[in-house]
């Protein structure tokens, strides 16, 4: 019961890695730190934490080939990685999201801000991906319905009319709320690889389809130069 979660600090700046540390620990988490890419890398291995904060500028190896090991491997797959990016950053953001980090913070960062996230990741990496449930229906913040089968969806019981590129693009962000999702991934998810889809035209589908959803495309966050982010509930929680 008692059990507390594992986190894993890989941060070669010592005053940062100490201070991610105090924060996480103050708010019930075990925190090891970790000062270079590879003693990161051989910390996991050891001791599998439960959420990894990882750096991105790193002495050895740097965060993103980190990430990219972590998803090489069937033991550390699925393991939570936030990334921790400096200013300026934006591209690796991309990078790294699309090699599988689930979610980044741009530092200098709130401790509450940090927390949050950390607390957001393990809920959704432990709840798994959402379940489309049988006869293959996703409900979001009881007000958004997505048929994945009839390719329907409704806000509130009203049927809204969406063309098969915003109802592709929906899908796609609803398949893991929560999670950024670059544009080429979107790209590549509505339609298979083959580019009819630009990032400037994700853009616009992604305009009209939260004007066509009211409210709810709210729930459709722009995460600044790096791409979309299907919130849990219209307040972006
Ligand atoms: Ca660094």
């Avoid at 507390?4 to 070669?12: A, P, R, S, T």
């Amino acid at each position: 019961m008692d059990m507390k979660q594992k986190i894993l600090v890989v941060e070669d700046e010592p005053e940062i890695a100490e201070l991610i540390r105090m924060h996480m620990d103050r708010n019930g988490f075990q925190t090891t730190v970790a000062h270079s890419g590879k003693a990161g890398i051989d910390e996991i291995a050891r001791s599998m934490p439960d959420c990894v904060l990882l750096d991105l500028m790193l002495p050895d190896l740097d965060g993103l080939e980190v990430c990219r090991r972590l998803r090489r491997h069937e033991e550390t797959e699925k393991l939570p990685v936030i990334m921790v990016t400096a200013k300026g950053e934006e591209s690796d953001v991309v990078t790294g999201i699309e090699l599988g980090a689930d979610d980044y913070i741009t530092k200098p960062f709130s401790p509450r801000v940090l927390v949050a996230r950390v607390k957001s990741v393990l809920r959704r990496t432990g709840s798994g991906e959402t379940e489309s449930k049988p006869g293959g229906l996703i409900t979001l913040a009881d007000e958004l319905v997505i048929d994945t089968e009839r390719h329907r969806v409704s806000v509130r019981g009203k049927t809204v009319n969406l063309t098969v590129t915003e109802f592709g693009i929906l899908k796609y962000l609803a398949g893991r709320t929560g999670f950024v999702r670059t544009r080429d991934q979107i790209i590549s998810a509505v339609h298979g690889g083959n580019t009819i889809l630009s990032s400037r035209t994700v853009d616009v589908h992604v305009t009209a389809l939260r004007r066509k959803l009211g409210e709810v495309g709210r729930m459709i966050e722009t995460v600044r130069g790096v791409g979309y982010r299907l919130s849990e509930s219209p307040d972006g929680a």
